[in-house]
């Protein structure tokens, strides 16, 4: 069976109850440990349903800058995650213009958007509340992979389906060139993207 876990699985497995239970299945799911930082960052990707996505700006007054934009993500539907962030962009969208420009761009995803830092007591820039950063490039996704893409973002974010058409949405994915993670003491650890994909991103405990 399929781990499926939810933010409210998050709240429990992090409470002193062991036996505590989700609404929906008895799964419980625990942060990978910080020696492993693929598995942490496999993790923190799968968890997040939104990222901070920064492109080089192609707006004025910014042009030639850093332009930070927030977008939801989703690397599968929830317990089977790819570690591919796929988006549901359209080119009205001021960010996906500087995409057009220049597909590169960073990715950060942070457990600070789940209940898990709260519950602990971390906050957002603890390298405890675990954080990851993506550098790559934004590229659309076509095909198969784009029927993937759907029900991976439509599982998680319903209310896509009913984003106005006119606006010619389309299916992309983040390809990663290098991860990096935050989710311990002593600076950041990079990870390739070989490392990131053959991680298992969690352990199923119940
Ligand atoms: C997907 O299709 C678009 C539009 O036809 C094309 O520009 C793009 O290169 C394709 N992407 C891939 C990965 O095949
Ligand atoms: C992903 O990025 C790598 C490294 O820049 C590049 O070689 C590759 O062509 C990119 N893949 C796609 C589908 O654009």
Redesign the pocket.
């Known amino acids: 069976m399929d781990a499926v876990f939810r933010a409210a699985c998050l709240l429990l497995w992090a409470s002193s109850s062991s036996q505590a239970s989700c609404s929906r299945v008895q799964i419980r799911v625990r942060i990978p440990p910080h020696d492993q930082p693929a598995r942490v960052a496999r993790f923190v990707a799968h968890q997040c349903d939104w990222a901070s996505m920064a492109t080089i700006s192609t707006h004025k007054p910014a042009v030639g800058q850093p332009f930070s934009n927030a977008f939801s993500v989703s690397d599968g539907p929830d317990g089977s995650g790819s570690g591919v962030p796929y988006m549901y962009l359209t080119r009205m969208e001021i960010s996906v213009q500087d995409l057009e420009v220049n597909p590169q761009a960073s990715l950060s995803m942070s457990l600070a958007q789940t209940d898990y830092c709260r519950q602990q007591g971390f906050d957002p820039q603890s390298p405890l509340c675990a954080h990851i950063i993506l550098s790559g490039s934004v590229?659309?996704?076509?095909g198969t992979e784009a029927e993937f893409a759907k029900k991976a973002l439509f599982s998680r974010h319903p209310e896509m389906i009913d984003w106005p058409s006119d606006h010619n949405w389309f299916f992309a994915k983040f390809n990663i060139t290098q991860v990096w993670v935050l989710d311990y003491f002593g600076g950041v650890k990079t990870v390739t993207p070989d490392e990131y994909f053959q991680a298992a991103p969690h352990r199923k405990l119940g």
């Open positions: 590229v659309q996704v076509n």
